[in-house]
């Protein structure tokens, strides 16, 4: 228990001008303007980078995840895939790259699901700001962690042999894709998230969904050597387009037709899921 | 609805499935004022407050907040009233300066401005010392006290608080108590919600007594108390003593009937003031009743509660305690 007193009455030196309601209702406005939002979310931001920092722990996904698999995945199935690890590495990073940002997103989700059981949120929808910004906050704080899963995974490929074709600008545009489609994706776990009920349910949601979508496409292996079927399923899911659009630009350089369909994918995501995700954020009131 | 009314509510109504929550309340609540809104757990007060201040949608009847609608424009509204729950809204993770900064910067201040105004509320609120110090070492009531100052930094005209003392002890209720008082005093209207009647009578100009949904009973803290009485003399018959002919005694000398509780040889007797005590004692003495024990207490919500809906507060184990920590006053 704090010593602490308490004086009730501000004294005449801090004495603020009296509440005037009716200065207070010709002041209130009907709604958020675009500026105000982007402030907003920049401030939600700031508070998600806060935590981040100070629970580092929160880390550990986004730095031994890449680190890790890109090695195991490498010296694991770079021989019997490719011949050699050498060989297997254009094919592999690529795809390493977007499974690591995937399941980055998975613990965007999951975070917000821990987080909105918190009593500040209760402040949060109480104060006169856009619904998304609680939502859309973490989420721009979250480009850091998609920034360094992204950039840990190269930098690992490259210790251990990798060569990037595209060079300097072909890496850093592939980066530039995995961070933007990852956000998007997040999008998705962000509405698990609003409507799961618990954090561990999110998890579970996330799994079913990260799991197919990453070891049915391009990433690990070449598509000819699936069955038909899984082929038709693999040209289809956007993490193959991810894959490729990311092989792409840093192994040769260059901004392909898959870059756009990825593109287009991720902006497709973020308009179904981010008014979902909004909506049923706000019915959880 | 005049201009200085503050909130206005006719018919406010909340349904969870089958259950009528809040059911058909009308409330006025007039500028300047603090209004108590009284009741049990489970009553529908926190209910209440949470579509007036819009945090939940309005499933009937209308409210308005100086004047503006609440289901219409639910961000003017949040403009103009501070919330502070009955669990301390604040971000555990963050210090006590950051959390008030950053509400400060969500609701439009600029970084000198916001840090200036945490400075200040923390100032004001006694946090000072603790002002980068992690939440999570907070005591209950400074957690409570830095939840208050944060519903304030944009000095909102209305404030709701939900039950704001309870779980704090003795002395920090007191703070809490001058600190609301200290809000009006600056021009704030304030609706609290709170299941003590001695809060109500300590902060209240009036006071809705609420149950089951429904508004029971409305007038200031005194109407109130009245309404069951001033005070309560509690005895405790000796052991083979007649209960029959004390409760006769009791309805001779002071005219009311007392409440006997059954199985035991406690006898309540409601009184307009504390005297009457010694009318009954002696009319007791006088008929041969003999008395193990003898008090006389304020009255409890749960006897506002009897007199005015002919149930109890439907918490009996809670009631007991509560009824443990009041103050008894002795026989003058």
Redesign the interface.
């Known amino acids: ?2 010593t ?7 004294t005449a030196r ?1 004495a ?1 001008p ?5 200065a ?2 010709a ?6 303007t675009p500026a ?1 939002l982007i ?2 979310t920049l ?2 931001a ?2 998600a980078l ?2 981040m920092r ?2 580092p722990e929160q880390f550990f996904d986004v730095t031994f995840q890449p680190l890790l698999f890109t090695a195991m995945f490498a010296y694991i199935f770079g021989g019997a895939i490719s011949g050699n690890v050498q060989r297997y590495l254009p094919l592999m990073i690529p795809g390493i790259v977007a499974q690591t940002v995937l399941t980055t997103c998975m613990s965007t989700g999951v975070q917000l699901r821990e987080d909105m059981e ?12 856009a619904r998304i ?1 609680p939502l859309a906050g973490p989420m721009v704080a979250d480009l850091v962690r998609y920034l360094i899963a992204a950039s840990l995974t190269f930098g690992m490929g490259i210790i251990i042999g990798y060569r990037p074709g595209g060079g300097v600008l072909g890496v850093l545009g592939a980066v530039a894709l995995a961070i933007f489609t990852g956000w998007a994706m997040a999008w998705i776990f962000t509405w698990f998230g609003t409507i799961a009920r618990s954090a561990r349910a999110v998890q579970g949601y996330s799994m079913m969904v990260l799991f197919p979508l990453t070891f049915l496409s391009n990433a690990f292996v070449p598509v000819r050597t699936l069955p038909p079927a899984l082929r038709t399923f693999v040209a289809i899911n956007p993490v193959s387009h991810l894959v490729s659009a990311t092989r792409d630009l840093a192994n040769h350089g260059v901004i392909s037709g898959q870059v756009g369909w990825t593109l287009l994918a991720a902006l497709v995501v973020i308009a179904i899921f981010a008014p979902l995700s909004v909506r049923s954020y706000q019915r959880h ?1 | 609805m005049t201009p200085t009314t503050a909130v206005h509510a006719t018919g406010l109504m909340k349904t969870f499935g089958d259950f009528r929550a809040v059911d058909g309340i009308d409330l006025d609540v007039q500028q300047g004022e603090i209004f108590g809104v009284l009741g049990p757990n489970g009553a529908g007060k926190t209910t209440m407050l949470k579509m007036l201040a819009t945090l939940l949608p309005i499933d009937g009847g209308r409210a308005s907040v100086f004047g503006v609608d609440v289901a219409r424009e639910p961000h003017r509204i949040r403009q103009l009233l501070g919330v502070t729950g009955q669990y301390a809204s604040v971000d555990e993770d963050l210090t006590a300066t950051e959390n008030l900064w950053l509400f400060g910067r969500l609701q439009g201040l600029r970084s000198a401005d916001a840090r200036a105004t945490a400075r200040r509320l923390l100032e004001q609120f006694g946090l000072q010392e603790a002002a980068n110090k992690p939440i999570a070492q907070f005591s209950g009531g400074m957690r409570r006290r830095l939840d208050l100052a944060a519903s304030l930094i944009t000095r909102p005209p209305l404030i709701f608080l939900d039950e704001p003392t309870t779980g704090l002890d003795p002395r920090t209720r007191g703070q809490m108590w001058d600190t609301i008082r200290g809000l009006v005093a600056d021009g704030c209207t304030v609706l609290l919600t709170t299941q003590y009647l001695d809060e109500a009578d300590q902060l209240a100009d009036r006071v809705s007594v609420i149950d089951r949904g429904r508004k029971v009973a409305q007038g200031t803290p005194d109407e109130l108390k009245t309404s069951v009485g001033n005070s309560t003399l509690q005895l405790r018959l000796a052991a083979g003593a007649d209960q029959e002919l004390a409760a006769q005694v009791v309805r001779r000398v002071v005219g009311l009937e007392p409440v006997l509780t059954p199985g035991s040889a406690y006898m309540n007797v409601p009184l307009d003031a504390a005297d009457g005590a010694a009318d009954v004692l002696i009319g007791l003495r006088q008929a041969g009743v003999r008395i193990d024990s003898v008090s006389v207490a304020q009255p409890t919500l749960d006897e506002v509660f009897l007199a005015l809906t002919g149930h109890d507060t439907g918490e009996a184990e809670q009631a007991d305690t509560e009824i443990n920590d009041r103050p008894v006053l002795e026989v003058r």
Not at chain 1, 18 to 22: F, I, K, L, R
Not at chain 1, 27 to 32: G, K
């Open positions: 228990m704090s602490l007193t308490l004086d009730p009455r501000p801090a603020p009296a509440v005037d309601p009716g207070a209702v002041r209130a406005r009907a709604r958020t105000e402030g907003q401030s939600m700031w508070r806060k935590k100070r629970n918190k009593g500040v949120f209760d402040r949060f929808k109480a104060l006169p700001i910004a009131l």
